[in-house]
Structures are given as structure tokens and as C-alpha cells.
């Protein structure tokens, strides 16, 4: 199977003040194959934001390769890139800012066709209301205005719009944290009905780690930059290998009040990405890490043979648990 997206050891770097380079991406790689869903995880300023705008080119990389559908797009013109709009399209976390609010609901979702295709204006208005239908919105809503609809019908306007063209790759980018969890699970079914019946790629960027394990397929946990841990959903949330893994996930809250939580707590502050240590960027906050930890750079290995398994730390062969637990009942 050809992955919809592969990138190879991307970077992105910002000019700050004095001459000096904010690192925000250091040499991400990571592919997503069709029908796949991606959850990249990560604490405020880890680069999740920033991967997400860099693969379809809304920020152009610094350095690395990726590519589309096969293509490389790495250095593509603006105007080459507009053309791949269709294809691969992005929601954004704030649907109050994503639309214009002197535009109707309908023209709203229609716009993508009449930038991307060549439908007529019956066309287009046919479409855009078999799409409200699709993300479950009201005909009626279609000739309102963004200020008369809620959150999470903005949000599903979003969603319409970014299908519209049935593009090969979606990126999602915190599409649930300004709705309440209600709203957000029906998102969810919403984006788990659309992955089956359009077998697009997804990314989904998100912080809240319950939302993350439902709907991804394999997650990409990164930590100052950088991914520490690759693997397949199920096995991160069981068998976190890394020791920032292992400290994300027990901050997971279990559905059951009653459940015992058992904490990897961290102490210290993140690096700048201004100045990033030598070594193992995450050595500084680590509680078990050894001298080398602070001038090898760890590579992502196989975690205990499984090739779809892997974390960037020079301790996992040691075993899985490497943060003393902290338990609360």
C-alpha cells in the first residue's frame, strides 16, 4: 500500500530576536496510508501545529522531504500548491475564525467546489446540501449566517467544507477542544463515519489523549520537536515505552471514578527551543535517565522486536516501566 502521506526527517525553523532560531520541528518522519487516522500527541509547543501546516504546505519546511500521493512537494511553488488544495485539506481548532462571517452557511460549504471545480451554481448548491446532510446539519441552517449556529455546527460547517472535494488527506488540528464533550463525541462519530465512507487519510492533532485514543489508528507522540514514540494506538496507551510516553498517558483519566490512577510525574521545565540541549532533549526532566542520555542522541528503535513499535530513548531495552509511579486512589 502507497501511503497518502510519507515525510522524511522534516524541519522547521523560525527567525527570532537577536539572530537567534526558534527550533520548532527537528527531523520528524512519519507516513499515514489511506483510510489510516494519525494522533499526534504532544505538550503545548511540541510542533503539532506546525507538522500539521508544514505537510500540506501551508508553511514551507526548512528542511526534510515530503510527499504526496508519491510527489515530492517539498519546494513546490505557491501556485502549484493551490492546485493540490483539493486534495489535501485542514480544520482548523477555531471555527468562529475559520469562516467568514458575512457569508451564508450554504455559500460557505459550496466555496471549496467553486474554487476547485468546475460545477455550475445549481451544481454547487445541490452539493453543498447533500454535504449539510452528510455532517448531519439541518437544511434550514444552510441560509444562516456563522453567528447563528453553535460551536459544534460550525465546526461540522468546517468539516463539510474540507470534504467538499474529497480530498486524499485531511489534517485536523484540535478540531474538539472548543467543544463541550457532548458536541465533541458526536464530531467524533461524525469523523469516524467519513474516514469509512471516503477512505481519506487523517492527522489528528490533539492534546486531549482520550479523544486521541479514539479515533487514531497509530500515534506519534513528540516531545520539544521532535517524535519520541511511533506505534500503533493501542500499544502507546498499554505499553508506553518512553519514559515522556509513560508520563503523558498516565495523565489519561479513566472513564471509571472509582479507578486507582497510578502517575509518572515529571519535575523540571522544557528546554527552550531556542537553545535545545545536546543529547536527549527530554535527559533534562527524565528520572531515569543515564549520563549518555545528555550527549547521545537517541534514534527511534524497535520496542522489544516490534518494528511498528518504536521509541527514541537509550533505555528501552531496560524495560517498559521506567518512571517510578506515583499512586492515588
Known amino acids: 500500500m502507497t501511503p497518502v502521506l510519507q515525510v522524511e526527517d522534516l524541519r522547521k525553523h523560525f527567525p527570532a530576536q ?82 467568514n462571517p458575512r457569508i451564508r452557511i450554504g455559500a460557505l460549504i459550496a466555496e471549496p467546489l467553486l474554487l476547485h471545480t468546475k460545477l455550475s451554481r445549481a451544481e454547487r448548491r445541490d452539493a453543498a446540501e447533500d454535504l449539510a446532510q452528510r455532517v448531519r446539519l439541518t437544511p434550514e441552517l444552510l441560509t444562516r449566517f456563522p453567528a447563528e449556529l453553535s460551536g459544534g455546527q460550525l465546526q461540522r460547517v468546517c468539516i463539510a467544507r474540507a470534504i467538499a472535494t474529497r480530498p486524499k488527506l485531511i489534517v485536523l488540528d484540535e478540531p474538539t477542544s472548543s467543544l463541550d464533550l457532548s458536541v465533541r463525541a458526536g464530531i467524533l462519530d461524525l469523523l469516524a463515519t467519513l474516514k469509512a465512507e471516503t477512505g481519506a487519510a487523517m492527522m489528528f ?96 528503535r524497535a520496542v522489544r522486536g516490534e518494528a511498528t513499535h518504536q521509541a527514541a530513548c537509550l533505555r528501552i531495552a531496560e524495560g517498559a516501566n521506567l518512571i517510578p509511579e506515583v499512586t492515588h486512589g
Open 18 to 99: 537577536g539572530g537567534r532560531i526558534v527550533h520548532a520541528v527537528n527531523g520528524v518522519s512519519f507516513s499515514i496510508n489511506p483510510g489510516e487516522t494519525l494522533g499526534v500527541v504532544g505538550e503545548s509547543g511540541s510542533g503539532k501545529s506546525t507538522i500539521g501546516r508544514a505537510v500540506i504546505r501551508l508553511l514551507k519546511p526548512t528542511a526534510g522531504r515530503v510527499r504526496f500521493q508519491g510527489q515530492d512537494i517539498t519546494h513546490l511553488p505557491e501556485s502549484a500548491c493551490r492546485r493540490l488544495r483539493a486534495e489535501m485539506q485542514m480544520v482548523f481548532q477555531d471555527p468562529w475564525s475559520a469562516l
Open 205 to 300: 492533532i490533539s492534546h486531549d489523549l482520550g479523544t486521541v485514543k479514539l479515533i487514531s489508528d497509530r500515534i506519534m507522540v513528540l516531545y520539544l520537536g521532535g517524535v519520541v514514540e511511533y506505534a500503533p494506538a493501542a500499544q502507546v496507551f498499554a505499553q508506553p515505552a518512553h519514559p515522556y510516553s509513560q508520563a503523558l498517558m498516565s495523565a489519561h483519566l479513566p472513564a471509571d471514578p472509582e479507578a486507582v490512577l497510578r502517575r509518572h510525574v515529571l519535575e523540571g521545565e522544557i528546554p527552550s527551543p531556542i537553545a535545545l540541549p545536546p543529547g536527549c532533549h527530554f535527559a533534562s526532566r527524565c528520572p531515569v535517565a543515564a549520563p549518555a542520555c545528555s550527549t547521545m542522541a537517541p534514534e527511534l
